[in-house]
């Protein structure tokens, strides 16, 4: 009795160690399972529009000078506005000057308050259209009105902002300059306040179409 069950162990461990030997060789013979990719996503590229007409710094005036700050260019049926700015001045309480401009190019449609650091310039009852002048050419006529003020204004700011409106009908191209003329300011004192007055130039721009640049956007890295 013995023997035999001694023989049936033996056979048990040996059908063990062959289900061993056959799982270690299947384990060595068939390819090891990999894992399925992820899919990688097409970049889609960035577009980034690069502007046909760069804008252009805007001129500061300096002591003793009175300039107009207007957009450089614009395009047909846009409204713009130019201020006209004003270096360091002390005690100024009235004067009057004229800006003078082609209206087939710029159509003046009403005229804001100025500053002079934090006191206002009154607009309202102080500007006019005086009519073509030379040439068919605009005229803005405007008053500086500080006379409630006793000592004047320190300071430097805009004397007024001019709005704008650019006819649908002009041309690509056409060019108009906005003009100071018969420019005269005041001290408190009735002193003239000797100042260097300078126009600006405005340039009509149909409406560009910018041409686009892709910007590859980087793929990710597949991970398994």
Excluded at 29 to 38: C, D, E, K, V, Y
Excluded at 85 to 105: H, N, W
Excluded at 189 to 205: D, H, K, Q, Y
Aim: glycine share 10%; proline share 12%.
């Amino acid at each position: 009795m013995q023997r035999r069950t001694w023989r049936w162990a033996v056979a048990v461990v040996s059908v063990a160690a062959g289900a061993v030997v056959l799982a270690i060789l299947l384990i060595l013979l068939l390819p090891a399972p990999t894992s399925a990719p992820h899919p990688v996503p097409t970049p889609t590229p960035v577009i980034t529009a690069t502007p046909l007409y760069p804008p252009t710094a805007t001129p500061t005036p300096g002591l003793g000078e009175v300039l107009v700050q207007v957009p450089s260019r614009s395009y047909p049926c846009a409204d713009v506005s130019a201020s006209v700015a004003i270096g360091e001045v002390a005690g100024l309480q009235y004067g009057d000057f004229d800006v003078v401009y082609d209206p087939a190019i710029l159509e003046v449609t009403g005229v804001s308050d100025g500053r002079i650091g934090e006191v206002a310039v009154p607009a309202a009852g102080n500007w006019e259209l005086a009519g073509a002048g030379d040439g068919g050419q605009g005229v803005l006529r405007f008053t500086v009105d500080l006379s409630s003020h006793e000592e004047g204004v320190d300071g430097w700011g805009y004397l007024c902002v001019i709005r704008l409106h650019v006819p649908c009908s002009a041309p690509d191209g056409a060019s108009t300059t906005l003009d100071l003329s018969d420019g005269q300011l005041y001290d408190y004192n009735a002193e003239p306040i000797p100042m260097t007055w300078s126009g600006g130039l405005f340039t009509v721009r149909q409406t560009p179409t910018p041409t686009p640049t892709a910007t590859p956007t980087p793929s990710p890295t597949p991970t398994s």
